[in-house]
């Protein structure tokens, strides 16, 4: 692991001396920047996102904390001692510190299974409607004609687009929680 404290990031942060930096924190497992300014933190998680190409994560409790969630691909506000800056900037909140882990395994993982479920359900639901209208004017002389009136379409997009996807979202867990929690591999493979 790495430590580095905010007079030595500063340093470190000039255009100089970034990509000595990066090449360092690429072969850390963990970097660890203690003392740094609001400043220094949003600083280095750009750095990190827009020089790596890295998706990156930041957790933060405070108003110090908020330039850097913003900055973040994805914040995570903590509500603590230090009020609600963080919580108010961030694209998600918890309570403590703790809850993290089940934020990113257990949530993440269920949220990108149903989003990609949803988007292929709506691929699969599109296709069968214009494959449909492209049958039909085979029967029509390609004529233009209406194949349905205008308020069956409206319910088939309403009952097909709204009703599936929030009943799928709210009800699917491919993996219960405990499993997740125990096989954090599961977090990589559905990516």
Request: charged share 15%; glycine share 6%; net charge neutral.
């Amino acid at each position: 692991g790495l430590v580095i404290d905010g007079r030595t990031l500063e340093h470190v942060l000039h255009d100089s001396l970034q990509s000595i930096f990066l090449e360092l924190t690429e072969r850390c497992r963990a970097v660890v920047c203690c003392q740094a300014t609001p400043l220094q933190k949003s600083v280095l998680v750009r750095l990190v996102r827009d020089k790596l190409k890295a998706m990156t994560l930041a957790v933060g409790d405070g108003a110090n904390d908020v330039s850097m969630i913003q900055v973040a691909d994805t914040g995570v506000g903590i509500s603590g001692q230090e009020g609600m800056q963080a919580v108010m900037a961030s694209d998600f909140a918890i309570s403590q510190f703790r809850h993290l882990k089940k934020l990113l395994l257990v949530h993440g993982h269920w949220c990108y299974i149903r989003l990609t479920n949803v988007v292929l359900y709506f691929f699969y639901k599109n296709v069968a409607y214009v494959n449909l209208l492209f049958w039909y004017q085979f029967f029509c002389g390609f004529s233009g004609t209406s194949m349905t009136d205008y308020w069956i379409l409206i319910l088939f997009n309403l009952l097909f687009t709204s009703v599936p996807p929030i009943i799928y979202g709210v009800l699917e867990k491919d993996v219960s929680a405990q499993m997740l929690l125990q096989l954090p591999q599961l977090y990589m493979t559905s990516q």
